[in-house]
C-alpha cells in the first residue's frame, strides 16, 4: 500500500466493515503535486490503489491531459464493468487537496483530506503502479483508449450538431410584457407539477390546462388526465389545437425525453416559448431540429438546470476571474441519494447501446443523462465552448429496476473541450442512504496556480441528535426510485435533516420570465442544452464500444 498510506488503510478498514456493499466505482482527485514529472506516476499508483479496492484487474484505460500542462485525467475500466475516474496534478500556489469517494453498490464512502493532503512527489513505486502509469502514458500518445495489454482500443467519430453555435446563440426572443398563459405538455409522474406550481406561483402567469399528442399508451394518458382533474385545469386532448390558442404564450414540455423533439417544434413553430425539462433531448437529430425551430422561429428557449443555484454562479465566477490562472480542468461531481439500492445483480456487467432507444421508464431513467446533465450542461455554460472528445463508462450497479428496464444507473466520463481543457463527470442514482442530504454536488476547478472546490453541501450545519433517525420512505410500486413528486395516496419522503444548508434554490420559472419580459437570453438557452445532449450521445457510444468518440 504504497499510495495514501493513511488513506488506504482508512478505506480497507471502511471496505472491511461492509457498509457500502461491495466497491464498484471510484473518483479520486489528487491536486497535491509539486513535480510535472511525476503526474504519470501519481496516476499510475492511484489507478493499481482503486483496483486493490475493487478488487478486479484493469482492463483499459484512457487519459487525457499531459505533464506539459500539469494536469492528467484518466478513466479506468475495471473486470466486472467497475470503473474509475482518477485525476492527477500540481497544486499550483494553493493548498493541496485529495479527494476520494468510493461507491459501494449499498452506499458510498468518502475521505476527504484538505490542505493536509500530503505531496505525490513522495508516492513510492509499485510494480501495479508502473504498470498503471505505463497505461497513462500509452493511452496520452494513442490519443485513445488502451486496453491493458497495451493495445489501443481505437477512435470513432460522430457528426456534431449542425445549429449549435455557442460564441453566437440563438437572438433573444422580442420583448413580451405579462401575464403570460401557460400550457402543460404531460401530467403526473413528470416534473410537470412543480414546474407548473412554479409559474403559478408567479403573479405574471396563468395555468391555460394540460395536453399531450394522441395516440398515448394508456398509462400516460390516465396520469395526464389524473393531474389535470387534481390541479382543476381543463384537459386539452388536441395537443395541435391547443397550441394554435390565443392565450397561450408558453409551452412547458415534461413529455418523455424521445418524445419532447417533435413536440417542442411544433410549438416552436406556433410562435410559442418554450420551458423544457432536462434532459433536452433523446437523440442529436431532435436536438438540432429544436435549435432549428426555436431559432427560425424567434422564440424564447429554455432548459431547467442548477446553472441559476450559488453554487453554479461561484463556479463561474471562480473559472472566469483569472484568481486560478489559466483553467486546466474541470472535475464535476452529481449523484441522487434516492432509491433503496443493493438490488442490482452484480454478476451482469452493463452492455451499452451504441443509440440507446429509452430514455425513461415507470420506475427507471438513464442516470447519466438525467443526472449528469446537470454538469454537462454546466461545463458547457461555465467555458462557452464545444466539446472535441468523449470517453465513458456506464453501469448498472444499484437498482434491479435500472437493470430489469436496460438502463444505467451510473456512469463517468472523460470530455476534451475546444482548447485542450479536461472535464470529468461522475454522475449516478445510488441510493436513499449513499449521503446525509440529497446526494453529491460538487465541482472542482483546476488552474496553473491553484485549485477551487465548490461544495453545494457546504457552508452546512450538521445535526446529529438522540432522536428518531432518518428512514427512507415506503416503497412506492409506481415511483420505487422517488423519481416524482409523490400522488396523494403514495408514500412520502422525509426531508434529511443532518444536514442543513443555507443555499436556496432561486425559481428557474421567474428566471424564464424575467428574461421573456426583458428580452434576454435566458442563462440555459437551446444552444447549451444541444450541446450537452451532444456530449451525452458521445458518451454512449463511447461506453458501448470501449473507444473515444470525436465530435467532428
Known amino acids: 500500500m504504497a499510495m495514501f498510506d493513511e488513506a488506504g488503510r482508512a478505506i480497507r478498514e471502511a471496505i472491511d466493515t461492509g457498509q457500502i456493499g ?9 491536486q497535491n503535486g509539486t513535480d510535472a514529472g511525476r503526474i504519470e506516476a501519481c496516476l499510475g499508483e492511484a489507478v493499481a490503489e482503486v483496483g486493490r479496492w475493487l478488487d478486479c484487474p484493469v482492463e483499459s484505460v484512457a487519459a487525457q491531459g ?10 479506468a475500466r475495471f473486470g466486472g464493468g467497475r470503473m474509475a475516474l482518477v485525476s492527477a496534478g500540481l497544486r499550483g500556489s494553493g493548498a493541496p487537496v485529495t479527494e476520494i469517494n468510493l461507491f459501494g453498490n449499498k452506499g458510498v464512502l468518502a475521505w476527504e483530506m484538505g490542505s493536509a493532503a500530503a505531496d505525490d512527489d513522495r508516492v513510492a513505486a509499485t510494480s501495479e503502479g508502473k504498470r498503471g502509469s505505463e497505461l497513462v502514458r500509452a493511452s496520452l500518445v494513442a490519443a485513445a483508449p488502451v486496453a491493458a495489454d497495451g493495445a489501443p482500443r481505437g477512435r470513432t467519430s460522430i457528426a456534431s450538431l449542425e445549429n449549435v453555435d455557442l460564441a453566437a446563440p ?54 395526464n388526465k389524473l393531474y389535470a382533474d387534481r390541479s382543476g385545469l381543463p384537459w386539452l386532448p388536441d395537443f395541435e389545437a391547443a397550441l394554435q390558442r390565443d392565450d397561450v404564450d408558453i409551452v412547458s414540455i415534461c413529455a418523455e425525453p424521445y418524445r419532447r423533439g417533435p413536440l417542442a417544434v411544433a410549438a416552436a413553430r406556433a410562435g410559442k416559448h418554450l420551458y423544457f425539462d432536462k434532459p433536452f433531448a433523446a437523440s442529436m437529430q431532435h436536438a438540432d431540429d429544436m435549435v432549428g425551430a426555436v431559432r427560425d422561429a424567434g422564440v424564447l428557449g429554455h432548459m431547467l438546470t442548477w446553472v441559476l443555484a450559488e453554487p453554479s454562479q461561484q463556479a463561474r465566477e471562480i473559472a472566469l476571474s483569472g484568481r486560478l490562472g489559466e483553467l486546466r480542468a474541470i472535475h464535476c461531481d452529481v449523484s441522487f441519494a434516492k432509491g433503496q439500492a443493493g438490488t ?31 454538469q454537462v450542461a454546466m461545463l458547457h455554460w461555465i467555458l462557452g465552448r ?58 472542482c476547478l483546476v488552474g496553473s496556480e491553484g485549485t477551487a472546490v465548490i461544495d453545494a453541501n457546504r457552508p452546512r450545519v450538521e445535526v446529529w441528535a438522540d432522536v428518531e433517525p432518518w428512514a427512507a420512505p415506503e416503497r412506492d410500486p409506481g415511483d420505487p426510485m422517488g423519481m416524482w413528486n409523490p400522488l396523494p395516496d403514495t408514500p412520502r419522503t ?59
Open 170 to 223: 440563438a437572438a433573444p426572443a422580442t420583448k413580451q410584457s405579462p401575464p403570460y398563459g401557460v400550457l402543460l405538455v404531460s401530467g403526473d409522474y413528470t416534473h410537470q407539477p412543480t414546474y407548473a406550481d412554479d409559474f403559478a406561483a408567479d403573479p405574471r402567469c396563468r395555468l391555460i390546462g394540460v395536453t399531450d399528442e394522441p395516440g398515448l399508451p394508456e398509462r400516460r394518458q390516465r396520469l
Open 386 to 443: 464545444r466539446a472535441k472528445r468523449v470517453t465513458a463508462a456506464t453501469g448498472n450497479f444499484f437498482f434491479a429496476e435500472h437493470q430489469s428496464a436496460d438502463m444505467e444507473d451510473f456512469g463517468q466520463m472523460l470530455i476534451e473541450f475546444d482548447g485542450g481543457l479536461t472535464a470529468t463527470v461522475s454522475s449516478g442514482r445510488v441510493g436513499w442512504r449513499s449521503h446525509a442530504a440529497f446526494g453529491l454536488k460538487r465541482v
Open 344 to 374: 442490482a445483480d452484480l454478476s451482469k456487467p452493463r452492455a451499452e447501446a451504441e443509440v440507446p432507444e429509452r430514455f425513461e421508464g415507470a420506475e427507471s431513467k438513464r442516470e447519466m443523462t438525467n443526472t449528469g446533465v446537470y
Open 494 to 552: 422525509r426531508k434529511k435533516e443532518s444536514w442543513i444548508s443555507p443555499h436556496g434554490a432561486p425559481s428557474d420559472a421567474s428566471h424564464f420570465l424575467d428574461c421573456l419580459e426583458q428580452g434576454k437570453v435566458s442563462e440555459m438557452p437551446v444552444d447549451i442544452a444541444a450541446a450537452a445532449t451532444e456530449v451525452l450521445m458521445a458518451g454512449y457510444r463511447s461506453a458501448a464500444t470501449g473507444q473515444v468518440v470525436e465530435l467532428t
Open 66 to 75: 499531459g505533464e506539459e500542462v500539469g494536469q492528467v485525467s484518466a478513466l
Open 22 to 30: 461491495i466497491p464498484v466505482a471510484a473518483r479520486v482527485l489528487l
